[in-house]
């Protein structure tokens, strides 16, 4: 168990649809990281926070968005759902920027869009 | 794009044999880590090595990295069925900031 969370396990929507996709950090982990991971693209960085302020951008997509609140978990909005977002989502939680600090990764939410 | 390309894209062997698997990435980077995935599950971080060390070992986890020809290996040696998992390398580019670029990942079958 990494300590990372995630919420839900799965989710099932339609095409068109908007989820929102929860992370709660290691205790003491300041930056989360959201992955995407699917099987023609690979795993992708998306975003990361750092104690509630945006990071670093990756191929997050347009009709994406994420935000980290103050008690430092986060959140991944993905709207307008089309099949291609199909997918796991990983977050991630390290302690601080630093490249050595390991990145702790959560068990993920499996997306299904129909 | 991918930044590491792992080879092979799978292995199978038996208990008890080695297992090695090498990564290639294309532009400079800062460190190179190791992640074991199991099947559908979160990733784990299994060992970290700086552009500035050329070998590292963890167990029974061996990393090599030459920055010269722009690769990385992972040996495990004596392999268990439990050792059954997708391994993939990342790169942290010498960007400033700690983001992670993935490869493929090598499937790596252990047999009891």
């Known amino acids: 168990d990494s300590g990372v969370t995630q919420t839900p396990k799965h989710l099932i929507t339609a095409t068109g649809q908007r989820v929102t996709l929860r992370c709660s950090p290691r205790s003491g982990d300041l930056s989360v990281y959201w992955y995407q991971q699917s099987l023609d693209q690979g795993l992708q960085f998306l975003i990361q926070y750092y104690n509630g302020e945006e990071r670093a951008k990756g191929n997050i997509l347009e009709r994406f968005s994420a935000q980290q609140f103050p008690d430092l978990h986060s959140e991944l909005n993905l709207s307008s759902l089309e099949l291609g977002d199909s997918a796991l989502y990983f977050c991630?939680?390290?302690?601080?920027?630093?490249?050595?600090?390991?990145?702790?990764f959560g068990p993920g939410t499996r997306l299904t869009v129909l | 794009s991918q930044q590491g390309e792992e080879d092979p894209q799978a292995l199978s062997i038996q208990e008890g044999e080695n297992a090695t698997m090498n990564c290639s990435y294309k532009?400079?980077?800062?460190?190179l880590q190791w992640y074991r995935q199991n099947s559908g599950r979160g990733l784990v971080h299994l060992i970290l090595i700086r552009s500035n060390e050329r070998e590292k070992h963890s167990g029974r986890l061996r990393v090599t990295l030459d920055t010269s020809k722009k690769s990385s290996s992972l040996l495990i040696t004596a392999s268990r069925a439990a050792d059954t998992a997708s391994y993939f390398c990342?790169?942290?580019?010498?960007?400033?900031?700690?983001?992670?670029?993935f490869g493929k990942g090598t499937m790596l079958l252990v047999s009891p």
């Open positions: 990342a790169t942290e580019k010498n960007s400033g900031y700690s983001t992670l670029t």
């Open positions: 991630a939680s390290s302690v601080g920027t630093s490249d050595s600090d390991t990145q702790y």
């Open positions: 532009t400079s980077i800062n460190n």
